[in-house]
T-cell receptor
Framework: AQSVAQPEDQVNVAEGNPLTVKCTYSVSGNPYLFWYVQYPNRGLQFLLKYITGDNLVKGSYGFEAEFNKSQTSFHLKKPSALVSDSALYFC???????????????FGIGTKLQVIP | EPEVTQTPSHQVTQMGQEVILRCVPISNHLYFYWYRQILGQKVEFLVS????????KSEIFDDQFSVERPDGSNFTLKIRSTKLEDSAMYFC????????????FGQGTRLTVV
C-alpha cells in the first residue's frame, strides 16, 4: 500500500525567508510524486512533479522540491517566501508499478502555509 | 489557462435528498475523476471515468453514487440519498491521459448535509 505523510498541519514563515513544507512517502516500487497548492476558493493547482531524473525539481511560482530516496522524502521549498504563497499545500504519490492513473494517487492531508508580512 | 469548473460552489441539502454536483472538465481531456475531502481529512479518490464508463471506483463509491457525462462538456456526480457523512468538499479533476500528465482540479463543491 502506498501512503504519504505531511507531518505539519501548519507552517509559519516570515516574508522573504526560505520555506520548507515537508512530505514523506511510502510505496512498494518507484514513486511518482506531486505537489499541489490550494488557494482559498480555488481548486487544487499543480505545482510540480517528480518521476525520474534530477532529484531537484523546479515548478511553478518559484517552488522546487527535492526527492530524497534514502529518506523517502519530497520536501517542497522556496528560497524567499511571499505573502501570496499563503495557501494549503498537498503532497501526493503514486506507485509507478501501478498500471492505473490518477485513481491510484494518494494525497496527504495538506499543510497550511502562512507567510507573515 | 484552461481550467476545470465546478458548480455550485456550496450546496446545502437535507438528509435523504438527491444532489447533483456538476463539473466542466478541460475540453481536450479524456479522463475524469471525482475526489472528496471530509473536513480535516485526506483527499480521497472516489471514481474515474474514461470513454463513457467508469474505469475504477473506490469502496466509498457505493450504490448511492453515480456519475454521468450527459453531453460533450459536463461530468456529473449524483448522490441519490444523502447522508450526514456525505458532507465534504468534492473535487472534480480531468487529465489528458492516465499515466504521464498531471490532473487539473476544479475549485470544489462544498456539500453540507443537514
Amino acid at each position: 500500500a502506498q501512503s504519504v505523510a505531511q507531518p505539519e498541519d501548519q507552517v509559519n514563515v516570515a516574508e522573504g525567508n526560505p520555506l520548507t513544507v515537508k512530505c514523506t512517502y511510502s510505496v512498494s516500487g518507484n514513486p511518482y510524486l506531486f505537489w499541489y497548492v490550494q488557494y482559498p476558493n480555488r481548486g487544487l493547482q499543480f505545482l510540480l512533479k517528480y518521476i525520474t531524473g534530477d532529484n531537484l525539481v523546479k515548478g511553478s511560482y518559484g517552488f522546487e522540491a527535492e526527492f530524497n530516496k534514502s529518506q523517502t522524502s519530497f520536501h517542497l521549498k522556496k528560497p524567499s517566501a511571499l505573502v501570496s504563497d499563503s495557501a494549503l499545500y498537498f503532497c501526493a504519490v503514486r506507485d509507478l508499478l501501478n498500471s492505473g492513473g490518477y485513481q491510484k494517487v494518494t494525497f496527504g492531508i495538506g499543510t497550511k502555509l502562512q507567510v507573515i508580512p | 489557462e484552461p481550467e476545470v469548473t465546478q458548480t455550485p460552489s456550496h450546496q446545502v441539502t437535507q438528509m435523504g435528498q438527491e444532489v447533483i454536483l456538476r463539473c466542466v472538465p478541460i475540453s481536450n481531456h479524456l479522463y475524469f475523476y471525482w475526489y472528496r475531502q471530509i473536513l480535516g481529512q485526506k483527499v480521497e479518490f472516489l471514481v474515474s471515468f474514461y470513454n463513457n464508463e467508469i474505469s475504477e471506483k473506490s469502496e466509498i463509491f457505493d450504490d448511492q453514487f453515480s456519475v454521468e457525462r450527459p453531453d460533450g462538456s459536463n461530468f456529473t456526480l449524483k448522490i441519490r440519498s444523502t447522508k450526514l457523512e456525505d458532507s465534504a468538499m468534492y473535487f472534480c479533476a480531468s487529465s489528458f491521459d492516465s499515466m504521464n500528465t498531471e490532473a487539473f482540479f476544479g475549485q470544489g463543491t462544498r456539500l453540507t448535509v443537514v
